[in-house]
């Protein structure tokens, strides 16, 4: 009975902030450190005149629990490439799955078209398609050769975060990592030099983007853990006073 009071009370939230969003009101999100750091990798790479490397990690676009981090690194990326394409920094982004390929290769493609830098736009290089397993020593090696100045790890990452953040630390890459997988969450702080965490890939990617849809659903998400802070302090309280109230999880 708890639980579906809950989620009745989340949807509800959603749904009243995307109506709000619609109308023109869109939730006001909180600027994250991560927004700025962005114009910060991409400046050292213009400065220091070496390239500046998008990572997604794992791009199963068939798998919910990898498309979800994938979809929100899409939008952080559309952001990064039109900044790095302003600024004119050297941009690469390996990408290996044919689907995310494709989407990834619009994307920036876009991006350069918008800043009116086409001409920047490598089409066989900027956005280059990996077959996985094969893209590992290629991303390796051409880390080192090329001497990156800058990384962005973001996404599903599973092993190979260890295997690329360690090597984009040695050439001197300045990094920003940031996944929801949670078992990779503390190699991603300890290596990168900034992180974002868990959710926060969301929240950036909505912030980025302006988009109604996902800008509600984190300010309704939020109600939820509002509400969740209230029921946890409410049972301190009671459970401190010596009473139970076990009968209400059992309705």
């Known amino acids: 009975m708890l639980a579906l009071v809950a989620l009745l009370i989340i949807v509800a939230a ?21 927004v700025d750091v962005i114009a910060e990798i991409l400046g050292r790479c213009v400065e220091m005149g070496r390239p500046a490397w998008y990572l997604f990690g794992s791009t199963s676009m068939t798998t919910p629990s ?3 981090p994938t979809v929100a690194a899409f939008q952080t990326l559309a952001y990064t490439a039109r900044m790095a394409a302003r600024v004119g920094a050297k ?12 989407m990834a290769y619009d994307i920036v493609n876009e991006a350069y078209r918008a800043e009116g830098k086409l001409e920047d736009f490598d089409p066989l290089r900027t956005v280059m398609y990996l077959p996985a397993g094969a893209d590992r020593m290629y991303i390796i090696n051409h880390m080192w050769e090329e001497q990156v100045a800058g ?18 630390a040695r050439v001197g890459a300045l990094m920003l990592g940031g996944t929801d997988t ?31 849809t996902q800008s509600s659903s ?9 509400f969740t ?10 459970a401190t006073a010596g009473i139970s109230i076990s009968w209400l999880f059992k309705m």
Request: glycine content about 8%.
């Open 66 to 68: 990898i498309l979800a």
């Open 151 to 168: 990384a962005f790890f973001l996404g599903s990452w599973y092993h190979e975060a260890v295997i690329y953040t360690e090597n984009a």
């Open 14 to 34: 959603i749904l009243f902030y995307m109506q709000r969003a619609f109308s023109g009101k869109i939730p006001n999100l909180r600027r994250l450190p991560a």
């Open 229 to 238: 802070i209230i029921l946890i302090l409410i049972g301190a309280v009671l």
């Open 91 to 102: 941009f690469f982004v390996p990408v290996n799955q044919g689907l995310a390929y494709t």
């Open 182 to 212: 949670t078992h990779n969450i503390p190699f991603m702080v300890a290596i990168c030099d900034y992180s974002i965490i868990g959710e926060e890939l969301y929240a950036l990617g909505a912030y980025i983007s302006q988009d109604p």
């Open 218 to 226: 984190l300010a309704g998400q939020d109600i939820g853990k509002y």
